[in-house]
Structures are given as C-alpha cells and as structure tokens.
C-alpha cells in the first residue's frame, strides 16, 4: 500500500512567489494534517481535516496561507505570496481511522516525506 | 491551551539506557505517541499509550501516567543508528507535537 504522497519534494522559489505544496493520503484515512518544521519551532500544526471538512485552521501563520481539500484523496497547501521566513520543511499526515488500541498504530498518524521549501 | 515539554538535547552511550521524558497539559487526551526522526527524514511511528502502565516493545519502552500528564520513552541497549531525535505527541482530536529531543550517541 502507498504512503502519504507529497509533491513538490524540494523546492526554490522567489519571494513573492506563489507556492503549491501537494498531498495523496493514504487511501482510506479519514484525517489530514498539515504540518510545518523548522529548527525553532519544532513541528506546528497548520490544518487538519476529517472527512474532507477544515476542522481547525488556527495554525495557519496569516491570511498568506490556504489549504484545500476537494476530495479524500487528496489537499493542496498555498502560500501567497511567499516570504523568506517560510522557508521549512512541510508535512502532509494521514491518520487510520481504526479504534486506538494501547501500543499498536491503530489511530497513529503516517508522515509524507515532507516538501523542502526554500524562498530566497 | 496546549503544552507539550521535553528535554531539547540528550547524550548517552553506546550499549547504555537512557530515559526521555514528556510532560504534558492538553484540552483533552485520547492518546500520548512516540515518533522517532532521522535528520533528513519524516518522523516514524515507535509507540502509542493509552492507558496508564509502561508499553515494551523490544529495546523501547514507553510508559505513562494519565493523571500526572507524564509520559517517558526508554531506550535500552542504545545503538549508533538510535542517534535521531524523539518526538512526543498528544491527540485530543488533532495531534500536537513537542519540540523534539535531540538523542545523541557516542562510541
């Protein structure tokens, strides 16, 4: 079975730029976490969604970024127009939407490999 | 509000055990995760808990307490290769990341 699918895997832009940032979910997973890395802040949460539904969006840094999920298989995350301080790792999450059980990955979340982002 | 606390930096010895230790304060609690993260790479599942007692899975451990908001990942036996950084989390609804304990291994 494939993992979470993210696309671009690096990229360089400009600032001012718009940048797309791309995620296939695990099929059957029925939440999506966006999800930003950088050295300082550790892993934030920007977005989740269940069922395709915004669930909470108080990550999101301002008004530059948007995230979008038209279907269960798959979300996009904007930035517009990007800044150097954007510059992280971002990661696309999908969740088994099985019970939790105690010690097993039942209801863990599976990580893309994440989109390198860099703007110069 | 949400609080997630570990130690930013660890080191241990090959062939040793060392403790990393979570504390956490959350709106609500439906489960405390391990992730393990090589420099580079995505974070990857080590161990979930759910109910208060110490989980063991091979070389790893991971243990929690509900009530004192306390969580610890063991690591028995360290290897070169255990030299990452550890994440803990919490899932309410959404799924909250501390900021990663840097585990450092040496020969």
């Known amino acids: 079975d494939a993992g979470v699918i993210q696309s671009p895997r690096h990229e360089v832009t400009e600032m001012g730029q718009e940048v797309t940032l791309r995620c296939k979910p695990i099929?059957?997973?029925?939440?999506l976490f966006w999800y930003r890395q950088t050295m300082m802040r550790g892993l934030e949460l920007l977005i989740y969604?269940?069922?395709?539904?915004?669930?909470?969006d108080s990550g999101m840094p301002e008004d530059r970024f948007s995230a979008k999920m038209p279907n269960a298989s798959f979300s996009t995350l904007k930035i517009q127009p990007s800044e150097p301080r954007d510059s992280a790792v971002y990661f696309c999450a999908s969740t088994d939407p099985s019970a939790p059980r105690q010690g097993t990955a039942g209801n863990t979340i599976y990580f893309g490999e994440g989109s390198w982002l860099t703007v110069v | 509000g949400q609080n997630i606390d570990q130690p930013t930096e660890m080191t241990a010895t090959e062939g040793a055990i060392v403790q990393i230790n979570c504390t956490y304060q959350?709106?609500?609690?439906?489960?405390l995760f391990w992730y393990q993260q090589h420099a580079g790479e995505a974070p990857t599942f080590l161990s979930y808990n759910v109910l208060d007692g110490l989980e063991e899975k091979g070389r790893f451990s991971s243990f929690l307490s509900r009530s004192k908001g306390y969580s610890y990942l063991l690591l028995k036996e360290l290897q070169m290769k255990d030299s990452a950084s550890y994440l803990c989390?919490?899932?309410?609804?959404?799924?909250?990341f501390g900021k990663g304990t840097r585990l450092h291994i040496l020969p």
């Open positions: 959350t709106s609500g609690f439906n489960g």
């Open positions: 099929s059957g997973h029925d939440y």
């Open positions: 969604f269940n069922n395709n539904v915004p669930i909470d």
């Open positions: 989390a919490v899932r309410d609804d959404k799924i909250i």
